[in-house]
């Protein structure tokens, strides 16, 4: 029997903790308001379109590998991530640095120069705020979720900065949605996973909030005012009721994590979240 060589066998593993590393699945969403932002701006120029996904998929793959590499003895402490690839030690610190640095810089540049300069700056924006800004914040304030809701709102920005090549009313639109729709969405994560980010040394408000009612009433109070916003003409235009009746629908999943604040409501809110945001990109798209 001819022997598999050891790296052709480690192969496949190694590029699922590279993507494991760059939280592929985060990235997709990114992406997904990428393009939302830039077609909301009413540009079809499919090619400018692909530039900027290839260039913000580098970047914020680029972004999460540095998070992990900064937040890798955190990781550690935590049940839901003591077997990423850092911790579990599958790819060794100096290397993940390097990988994340490296697309970092390539992802920039590509925007750069195959989109414009105002799309590659809000790009090293995002990644900066979140590292240098956002990440520390974790350990030191709960308001870290609303500031870190900042850089991960970006992204939408940049789709229509990469489509128009200036700052437009209809970018800040894509931003406040995206803005205000991770308030509700990572308030049922952290309340789901509490005792984690508890142990790991996070301040998180649900780590803070026994009772969870400080962070079920963050939920509503972001989930109200994502439904105020969809209830602007300029926001969803045509598709607007559309818009009004899924934000709704997340109202009133924050409002029953209130009443009964368990993992399982926290979850239902958190998936409902999921849905939402590809139904309002969609319909941000479409209106």
Same mark, same amino acid.
């Given at each position: 029997?001819?022997?598999?060589?050891?790296?052709?066998?480690?192969?496949?593993?190694?590029?699922?903790?590279?993507?494991?590393?760059?939280?592929?699945?985060?990235?997709?969403?990114?992406?997904?308001?990428?393009?939302?932002?830039?077609?909301? =701006?009413? +540009?079809?120029?499919?090619?400018?379109?692909?530039?900027?996904? #290839?260039?913000?998929?580098?970047? =914020?793959?680029?972004?999460?590998?540095?998070? %992990?590499?900064?937040?890798?003895?955190?990781?550690?402490?935590?049940?839901?991530?003591?077997?990423?690839?850092?911790?579990?030690?599958?790819?060794?610190?100096?290397?993940?640095?390097?990988?994340?640095?490296?697309?970092?810089?390539?992802?920039? #540049?590509?925007?750069?120069?195959? $989109?414009?300069?105002?799309? @590659?700056?809000?790009?090293?924006?995002?990644?900066? +705020?979140?590292?240098?800004?956002?990440?520390?914040?974790?350990?030191?304030?709960?308001?870290?979720? #609303?500031?870190?809701?900042?850089? !991960?709102?970006?992204?939408?920005?940049?789709?229509?900065?990469?489509?128009? !090549? =200036?700052?437009?009313?209809?970018?800040?639109?894509?931003?406040?949605?995206?803005?205000?729709?991770?308030?509700?969405?990572?308030?049922?994560?952290?309340?789901?996973?509490?005792? &984690?980010?508890?142990?790991?040394?996070?301040?998180?408000?649900?780590?803070? &909030?026994?009772?969870?009612?400080?962070?079920?009433? %963050?939920?509503?109070?972001? +989930?109200?005012?994502?439904?105020?916003? +969809?209830?602007?003409? %300029?926001?969803?235009? %045509?598709?607007?009721?559309?818009?009004?009746?899924? @934000?709704?629908?997340?109202?009133?999943?924050?409002?029953?994590?209130?009443?009964?604040?368990?993992?399982?409501?926290?979850?239902?809110?958190?998936?409902?979240?999921?849905?939402?945001?590809? $139904?309002?990109? =969609?319909?941000?798209?479409? !209106?």
């Amino acid at each position: 029997m001819t022997a598999i060589p050891l790296a052709a066998r480690r192969s496949p593993l190694a590029i699922r903790d590279y993507l494991e590393l760059s939280k592929s699945r985060i990235v997709l969403m990114v992406l997904i308001t990428t393009a939302a932002g830039f077609l909301f =701006a009413g +540009s079809r120029d499919f090619i400018l379109l692909l530039n900027t996904l #290839i260039g913000t998929a580098l970047v =914020a793959a680029g972004t999460n590998a540095l998070n %992990q590499y900064v937040e890798r003895e955190y990781d550690a402490r935590m049940r839901r991530t003591r077997l990423r690839p850092l911790p579990d030690a599958r790819i060794a610190p100096r290397t993940a640095l390097l990988f994340a640095w490296t697309i970092s810089v390539i992802g920039t #540049i590509y925007l750069a120069l195959a $989109v414009n300069w105002l799309t @590659a700056l809000l790009g090293a924006f995002t990644l900066t +705020s979140y590292i240098f800004i956002y990440t520390p914040l974790k350990r030191a304030s709960s308001l870290c979720t #609303i500031i870190g809701a900042v850089p !991960g709102a970006v992204p939408a920005l940049m789709g229509w900065t990469a489509a128009t !090549g =200036a700052f437009g009313f209809g970018g800040w639109i894509a931003f406040a949605i995206v803005f205000l729709w991770q308030l509700p969405h990572f308030m049922a994560i952290s309340w789901m996973y509490r005792e &984690d980010y508890e142990r790991a040394g996070f301040v998180m408000l649900a780590v803070r &909030d026994a009772e969870g009612k400080a962070t079920a009433r %963050q939920a509503i109070l972001y +989930s109200v005012a994502l439904l105020a916003l +969809s209830a602007l003409p %300029q926001a969803f235009g %045509q598709a607007r009721l559309p818009a009004i009746a899924a @934000a709704a629908v997340l109202v009133v999943m924050s409002i029953a994590f209130l009443l009964n604040r368990s993992n399982r409501t926290a979850r239902r809110l958190f998936m409902t979240s999921n849905i939402y945001l590809l $139904v309002a990109m =969609a319909l941000l798209i479409l !209106g």
